[in-house]
């Protein structure tokens, strides 16, 4: 898996996953996490992605050094305005999505392992995320099996989500 430094001309393909991941979870009935509406028809989405992309530390996956994008993770040096912050440093994933052509291939695994290599290497020990916690619970297990351990509940309006952490 080659991961690279990303930029703002990655938003389109941040954005084009996303909606596919709409999609794929919609096609399923799991529409409490992002609705039926894919992000790059929603304005305020669009602005919302191009504002992470372009302000934090953004990576690319392409599996076998294909040029194909399959997955992007975006790192922010703290929380989402909805987070209170920590008094200590920290990296926060601001954003983990994977194309669905690629599911089941290790790729955001892949991203959250350079999310701790690249919090290591700035001299911070702390890598904290939220996600959605409804349905089925499926992402929350994940975060956890990839080392994370869940903080505490927080609802955004009617969103629920899960803060977790990860000591690197």
């Given at each position: 898996m080659r991961i690279r430094r990303g930029g703002p001309d990655d938003v389109?393909?941040?954005?084009a996953m996303l909606d596919s991941s709409v999609a794929w979870l919609a096609e399923?009935?799991?529409?409490?996490q992002w609705g039926t509406e894919p992000w790059s028809a929603r304005p305020s989405a669009v602005r919302r992605v191009t504002e992470m992309v372009t302000e934090g530390e953004t990576w690319v996956?392409?599996?076998d050094g294909s040029g194909t994008p399959?997955?992007?993770?975006?790192?922010g040096c703290g929380p989402h305005h909805y987070i209170d912050p920590v008094d200590e440093p920290e990296r926060y994933v601001w954003l983990l999505v994977t194309d669905?052509?690629?599911?089941?291939?290790?790729?955001?695994?892949?991203?959250?392992?350079?999310?701790v290599a690249e919090t290591r290497r700035a001299g911070v020990g702390l890598l904290r995320v939220d996600c959605y916690a409804g349905d089925d619970g499926r992402l929350l297990a994940y975060y956890r099996s990839?080392?994370?351990?869940?903080?505490?509940?927080?609802?955004?309006?009617e969103w629920p989500?899960?803060?977790?952490?990860?000591?690197?």
């Open positions: 389109p393909v941040a954005l399923r009935g799991r529409t409490g996956a392409e599996p399959a997955g992007t993770l975006v790192l669905r052509a690629f599911a089941g291939r290790g790729v955001g695994a892949a991203l959250l392992d350079h999310a990839q080392g994370f351990t869940p903080l505490g509940p927080f609802t955004v309006r989500g899960m803060l977790l952490a990860r000591r690197v």
